[in-house]
Structure formats: C-alpha cells, structure tokens
C-alpha cells in the first residue's frame, strides 16, 4: 500500500485527474483542466495519430503546466500513437481498454510517467511488475468501456494488492465521492462524467442537455455480447443495440451499429443516433461550471467534508 497524495507524481497542484473520453477530451478541456491545476488528459480514442499530434501540439500552446495523454489500447492506431506520445512533451501516458505491457519500457526510457487503467487487482500486480508509476483503478460504475467490478469493491483491494499511487475512477462526481476514495486508499481521483459540463467542454449542447437530464437509472450497458461492455445514456440506438444484443445478433453487427456513434453523440449532437458514453454519477451532475470550479468544488469540498466528518464522530 502506498500512502500519499498523487499530485507529486503527476507533477500538479491537485491529485485529480481528466478522464480521457474519446471524442470529447480534446486540447482545449485538456488545458483547461491542466490550468486549473489538475491533470488535463487529451483522448487519443479511435482517432488518427495526426489528429492526437495536432491535439497535443495545441495544447502545449495553451498550457505549460504538466498534460497527459489518453491511449486507447483498442484503437486501430493505439500503436502509431504510442510511438509518437513518446516524442513529445507529454509528461504522463495513461492507458485504457487494454494491457500496455509492450509499450511500458519505451515510455519509461522517455521519461514518461506510465499510469494504465486496471479493473482488476491481477492486471494492477502486472503493471507494478513492468515498472509503472500509478494506477487509476476505475468501477463499472464509469461511463464508456467498462469493467466488472464496482469502484467501491476494486479500489481497496487494487490498494492492498499494490505498493503505488491509485487514483480512484467511476462514480466520483462531487466532495463526497473524492472523500469516499481517499478512505478507500485512493491517492487521487480520475473523473469524466462531471468534466462533460464544464464551460471548457466543447462537446453538442445536446450531449450537455443529455446529462443535466440523466436520473440515477438512465445508463445502461451495452456490447457485453461482443466482449467490449460500455456505458452509455438511454436513448433509441442503446434501446436498438440492446434489442439486437438479445436477440442474439453476431458481434460484428453490433459493432457495426456502435461504430462512429460517439462522434455523431458529441460532435453532432444526434439525440437518437448518437453514443451518450456516460457514467452512473451523471444523474448528479446538473450544473454547467469552470473546470476550476469543479476541482474546487471536488477537491476542497472533500476536505472540509473530512474535517466535519471528524467533527461529527469525535463528538
Ligand atoms: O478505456 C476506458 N474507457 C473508454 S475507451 C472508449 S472508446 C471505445 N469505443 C468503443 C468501444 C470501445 C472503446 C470509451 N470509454 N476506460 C478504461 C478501462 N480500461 N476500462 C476498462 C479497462 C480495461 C479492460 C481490460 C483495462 C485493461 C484490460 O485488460 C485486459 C487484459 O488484456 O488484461
């Protein structure tokens, strides 16, 4: 176990970090958050490598302070981004969907600070192994592509299992979801969802809409059939996935219907088309803030929760 905040290791004033959502986390949220003192995370997702170039050559415009970037493991160009992430200035490479054994060394020999996302503590014991520097133990209760464990359950055993920094992921949306995960071991917080409506989050103002509307039960997951479960917002094309899932239809087809819906989600807004990735905590989120509101809010909130809390119990 490893006890401590993970700003040092991040190299920010504050141990909170941007999820990387595909589609959504580009240059300008990423140096927003970065600003705001957390670590703002440009996603690579299922984008082109001269796409991600482009993100993080803007982002350097826009910020000196520490970024990383988001590798999509499941990606077609994970490999091609890898190599280039590498090249440049990016202080911290996190990975997701996926096991980044092979591209562990070279990042390392980079300088790099390496953090992969495990939702299991057997996958977190690998990555400590090859010499990583962080994990993010993300629940299922996260949007996008998920695992099976609940963040409640996976963060105190990835907390036992390891001797590294873990930034707790899935479900976090306010102070009290940040203090939760420091009683459960965690260093640090990832957090996507809420970043969804910050000012600095150019995705559809539909996408926006969607998730100021979202109630407690209005995810669902998608593509366990096919091996790459994701959350998403209700809507007709989870309804017409799902329909599809049930009745048995082979995975290709499913992962044709999937494909390219997260961009028409947040690029175009498309309320029946579109992939609302989101996690359960979005029926929390209500409000449209500053990024630095929202570390704010998550950060400092959670210490003057704690300091109540003692209050309350030594009374
Ligand atoms: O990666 C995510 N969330 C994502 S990626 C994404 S883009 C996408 N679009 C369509 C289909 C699939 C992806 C949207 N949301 N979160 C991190 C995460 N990583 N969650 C679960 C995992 C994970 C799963 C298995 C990490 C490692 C892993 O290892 C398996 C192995 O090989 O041991």
Redesign the pocket.
Known sequence: MFTGLGAGILGTKYPVIQGG??WVSDAVLAAAVSEAGGLGVIAA??APCDWVKNEIDKALQLTDKPLGLNV?L?SPFADEVAKMVAETPVKVIIT????PAEYIAMWKERGKKVI????STG?ARRMEKLGVDALVA?GTE??????ELTTMALLPQVVDAVDLPVFAAGGIGDARGTLAAWMLGASGIQVGTRFLLAHECGIHPNYKEKIIKAKDIDSVVT?RSTG?P?RILKNPLAREFMKREKAGAPPEELEAL?SGC?QLAACDGDIKGGSF?AGQIAGLCSVEQSCAEIIHELYDGARELFLEKAKELGE
């Open positions: 959502m595909a997702g299922n999509m499941l997701g969907a996926g096991n992969p996302v495990v939702p996958l993300e996260a949007g996008g592509h998920i695992g593509g790459h994701v999937g997260l990735m």
